[in-house]
Antibody, heavy 119, light 107 residues
Framework: EVQQLEPGGHLVQRGGSLRLSCAAP????????VNWVRQSPGKGLEWVSG????????FYADSVKGRFTISRDSSMNTIYLQMTSLRVEDTALYYC????????????WGQGTLVTVSS | DIQLTQSPSFLSASVGDRVTITCRAS??????LAWYQREPGKAPKLLIY???TLQSGVSSRFSGSGSGTEFTLTISSLQPEDFATYYC?????????FGGGTKVQIK
């Protein structure tokens, strides 16, 4: 299981910012990327963002593009999701998970971090 | 972006029933399709990847099949612990989209 470094819940005002952290998995050739996935109340799973560990290339869902930034700190072995201009609809349980390229799938999910954006 | 249409959204079934969930992709995904089980209060659990490969430790009553743009998850004999929500996900290209989910309820 990937460790989300700030479990529990966060309450942020609309328009505010928050940074989530996830301990990067130990390097193996089987691991391609770390991704963030969220689930808003009453809705399904939504992929949010991903970062390729070897080259640092990053990807975003249209719903967060321009507002969220994923990054890695190799020295700290940490993956960050910087969230800015937060909206009420960003309220969700956020998970980080490892993308394996041995079969292409997400596994080693974190325990989840609840983000609540108030109006 | 690749869209995944999952059906049905809800299904009611009894213990012992055979259950099939379908996932249709808007374009080919090279069989890079995974299925997850989501129970309340728990992180998603990987069941199947690469369309049909059973993840280690997952019961063999789960199976996946398909090709091209149509894929299925089958539970051969539904057990009490299988009542949950199931999602398909394509991992062929970013954004890594999920299907809308199928909630399996007790009849």
């Amino acid at each position: 299981e990937v460790q989300q470094l700030e479990p529990g819940g966060h309450l942020v005002q609309r328009g505010g910012s928050l940074r989530l952290s996830c301990a990067a998995p130990a390097f193996t050739f089987a691991i391609n990327a770390v991704n963030w996935v969220r689930q808003s109340p009453g809705k399904g799973l939504e992929w949010v963002s991903g970062i390729v560990l070897s080259g640092g290339e990053s990807f975003y869902a249209d719903s967060v593009k321009g507002r969220f930034t994923i990054s890695r700190d190799s020295s700290m072995n940490t993956i960050y999701l910087q969230m800015t201009s937060l909206r009420v609809e960003d309220t969700a349980l956020y998970y980080c998970a490892t993308l394996y390229n041995t079969g292409w799938y997400l596994d080693d999910w974190g325990q989840g971090t609840l983000v609540t954006v108030s109006s | 972006d690749i869209q995944l249409t999952q059906s049905p959204s809800f299904l009611s079934a009894s213990v012992g029933d055979r259950v099939t969930i379908t996932c249709r992709a808007s374009q080919g995904i090279n069989n890079h399709l995974a299925w997850y089980q989501r129970e309340p209060g728990k992180a998603p659990k990987l069941l199947i990847y690469g369309t049909s490969t059973l993840q280690s430790g997952v019961s063999s009553r789960f199976s996946g099949s398909g090709s091209g743009t149509e894929f299925t998850l089958t539970i051969s004999s539904l057990q009490p612990e299988d009542f949950a929500t199931y999602y398909c996900q394509q991992l062929n290209d970013y954004p890594l989209t999920f299907g809308g989910g199928t909630k399996v309820q007790i009849k």
